[in-house]
């Protein structure tokens, strides 16, 4: 028997990175659907929310760069997102009115940001958490 | 001359929420135990009873912690003697 089969985590780094590329793609590449769904879910029901709630203008690496840092974490669509902001809002009159302020920019930033830090966790947890074993639910169930 | 554009969703913030800020902390805390209770549950069983009551914890610590701070600003700290 190989020590990766004895020891109770693996290390995967392909499904860390899957879990970057895409959230939840990490724990899916595990087979681990239902839990990879739900992460999916999550961490893009946070980060739409945010963009939502703040526009597009909440995930900006020019102009805030240690926020994007965190935001940087969701994986690509943190990426897309900024370029989409540094296109639509190049222009300074379009910029003023599409401009989120206040609240909603602090929200939608805070939202997108705690959207990335979760995906850490996540990834940290696609690094080293066990693929599924066949008897792993039937001796759950069984335990009281 | 100002032009006046459209209101599209994702690229345009909801204005009308700047006055209730503060309710955004539900979604806030509702998606953060989502993904927490998503990565630590053993089974999903009662999954949802459980984000809900993360979600409840969670709301329920903030607004402690509102009234711990406004108490000791409001009150606490004009007591503290000026000399």
Known sequence: MSPSVKSDSRFTPFAALLAWIWPGLGHLRLGQRRR???IMFGV??????GVLIGGVDVVDRRHDPLWFVAQALCGPIAFGTDLANQRLLSDPQVRLQRKSLSHINEFGTLFVALAGLMNLVVILDALHRPAPRRNTDRRARAEP | MTNLLAYIPFVDPIHALQDWWYLLLIPLAFGIAVIYKALRSPQFEHYWQNVLVM??????????LAVVLIVAIQVLIPLIPVN
Do not use: R, W
């Open chain 2, 55 to 64: 979600t409840g914890q969670i709301v329920a610590a903030m607004i402690a």
């Open chain 1, 44 to 49: 893009l029901f946070l980060f739409l929310g």
């Open chain 1, 36 to 38: 990879g769904m739900l």
